[in-house]
Nanobody, 120 residues
Framework: VQLVESGGGLAQPGGSLRLSCGVDGYIASINAMGWYRRAPGKQRELVAIDIDAGGINYAGSVKGRFTISRDTAKNTVSLQMDSLRPEDTAVYYC???????????????WGQGTQVTVSS
């Protein structure tokens, strides 16, 4: 199972970008999907996550600017990023928590990462 990301790139401050992520391969169930990011010289941090029966959580720095949307039927997740700031520059990683087969242990899956650069 792989998480395949698309989107990202270069945006000006105040601009918008959209990231998308889908599952390539079979997975029995997914309990959560979301996005993390790692800025240069910093640790990876949660951006937004959609959890079954747990709702949606955003990092405080992106709340009101980013919107996560998840399609549980298609196992996809998107991140609409508006009002981008230079400090949003990072590699963004898709995340999924799920079971490969029914009854199996829960595993964490990561996308390969996509670069987002916000600069004038």
């Amino acid at each position: 199972v792989q998480l395949v990301e698309s989107g990202g790139g270069l945006a000006q401050p105040g601009g918008s970008l959209r990231l998308s992520c889908g599952v390539d391969g079979y997975i029995a169930s997914i309990n959560a999907m979301g996005w993390y990011r790692r800025a240069p010289g910093k640790q990876r941090e949660l951006v937004a996550i959609d959890i079954d029966a747990g709702g949606i959580n955003y990092a405080g720095s992106v709340k009101g600017r980013f919107t996560i949307s998840r399609d549980t039927a298609k196992n996809t997740v998107s991140l609409q990023m508006d009002s981008l700031r230079p400090e949003d520059t990072a590699v963004y990683y898709c995340y999924a928590l799920g079971r490969l087969t029914p009854g199996a242990d829960v595993n964490i899956y990561w996308g390969q990462g996509t670069q987002v650069t916000v600069s004038s």
